[in-house]
């Protein structure tokens, strides 16, 4: 958590650990946030916005951009240009000054929800980013023994499959072997 008011954090360290929240870290400064966060990998970042060293918001953007944790920016500014500049680093949530339990912990709890998903989304992105990958590696393979062998492309999808199982590789890998000419029928 970055305030740089020690009253304001303070109370806030006191109240998030009443509702059962851990606070890891807390400093006053906004570029001593970043390193925190790095250092202790907590779910969540609470951020005001006018700080010593770094911008709340310019904060937030990093932590976001690095997939570090979810970002709460709460702060005594509310004007619109604040709140769209929150949510264009990444912001999932956004409360004003002065705040109350009824509005922090549900807050919290969105942000936390929301980069859940946002986390789930990423690693399947990636998961079907691998899978088309493969299957790109697989199709090249095929047109290959093919062209060269003349085999059809059913027995040359099995001959790829039957090299991976056999070397108990991914079939990326015996794909690969077969455009580079290390693997033929």
Do not use: C
């Not at 509310?78 to 912990?105: H, M, N, S, T």
């Amino acid at each position: 958590m970055a305030e740089d008011e020690a009253i304001i954090r303070l109370d806030l360290v006191e109240t998030l650990r009443e509702e059962g929240y851990d606070v890891v870290a807390e400093t006053g400064r906004g570029d001593e946030a970043i390193r925190l966060v790095e250092e202790f990998e907590p779910d969540l970042a609470i951020l005001d916005v006018r700080m010593p060293g770094l911008d709340g918001i310019e904060v937030a953007r990093e932590i976001v951009a690095e997939r570090r944790a979810a970002v709460l920016i709460l702060t005594a500014f509310g004007q619109r240009e604040l709140v769209e500049r929150a949510a264009d680093a990444g912001a999932l949530a956004y409360l004003v000054k002065p705040w109350d339990r009824g509005d922090l912990v549900p807050a919290i709890e969105v942000a936390l929800a929301r980069h859940r998903e946002m986390m789930a989304l990423a690693a399947e992105n990636a998961d079907l980013a691998g899978q088309l990958e493969t299957r790109k590696l697989v199709d090249r393979a095929k047109g290959r023994l093919m062209d060269e062998h003349g085999l059809s492309e059913a027995d040359a999808f099995r001959f790829i499959q039957t090299a991976a199982m056999g070397s108990r590789r991914p079939m990326s890998e015996a794909a690969t072997d077969v455009i580079e000419g290390d693997l033929a029928p």
